[in-house]
């Protein structure tokens, strides 16, 4: 699974990762995000062992296409420099496919690339509905023939996200003048964390049934320490009994394990903090 392999990438190379930051080793220490920067991050410490020849036997028509995570750029311009591979940086979900890509032809930095077929449109809608001007943030909005005709048997859910064929990503971002698509971040309360979407209202949802809770919020965040994860922070009835190690186990009892909150803040009423846990 995406975890598992993580987990197995993280162990092998926290360690080289704490030497480089301590200037123990030529290691250079780069930021783990997600599942697919820490598989870079592989193919980065598994070079800096070897010599020039050996990395001249990779393939020369080896492709690094990412669609499920964004990419570090800082993280992408190493690989390049290191072995001569550039990653490229692409999008699509569930509903729509693969819906652009960067390639060898066409790249630009940081965006998330341009339609893979003229059979793609990709359009942006500003908060008011309607086409955004080039540069404007907005919804991305995708129309195409590798389309979903909806989601089976949920007509209502349905008739949200589709409209006249366009599906709404629930994406923020924006197209520039040269039709390069950039993402900016989510509008909908789903986000991802190492290849699988969590819905943050369901994580406050389970929280704000257990009976100490008043109040929750679940946010994502993303730093140095843990990467990708999920953060949230709970206010307390008052009297409460339960601490943050005590709402993550009951978390564990409801949500799939990917879905529970990294850190765990608890708050009285008066956001004096009470305890926090990490997992």
Known sequence: SPFHMRNKIS??????IKQAKEGKNAFIYLKLNNLVDQFLIKLLYDASNATSEEIKKIHPNLVLLSGGSFVDAELADKVKERLGIQPYQGYGTTETFPVSTNTAFHYKRHSIGIPLSKKIQVKIKNI????????????????????????????????????????????????????????????????????QMVDLVEVEEVLLSH???????????????????????????????????????????????????RIIKTFQRNLVALSESQG
């Not at 162990?11 to 080289?16: G, P, Q, S, V, Y």
């Not at 006249?164 to 390069?180: H, V």
């Not at 843990?226 to 409801?254: P, Q, W």
């Open 128 to 195: 008011n509905g309607e086409d955004a001007e080039i540069g404007q943030i907005g919804e991305i909005m995708v129309r195409g023939s590798t389309m979903f005709e909806g989601y089976l048997e949920r007509p209502r859910i349905t008739s949200r996200y589709l409209k006249d064929g366009w599906f709404r990503t629930g994406d923020l971002g924006y197209i520039d003048e040269e039709g390069f698509i950039f993402f900016v971040g989510r509008s909908f309360s789903f986000t991802k964390i190492g290849a």
């Open 211 to 261: 009976i100490d809770v008043a109040e929750a919020r679940a946010i994502y965040q993303k730093n140095e320490e843990f990467g990708e994860h999920v953060c949230a922070t709970v206010i307390l009835k008052r009297n409460a009994s339960v601490d943050a190690d005590g709402l993550r186990k009951y978390l564990m009892n409801h949500l799939s394990k990917y879905k529970v909150p």
């Open 11 to 16: 162990k092998l190379i926290r360690n080289e």
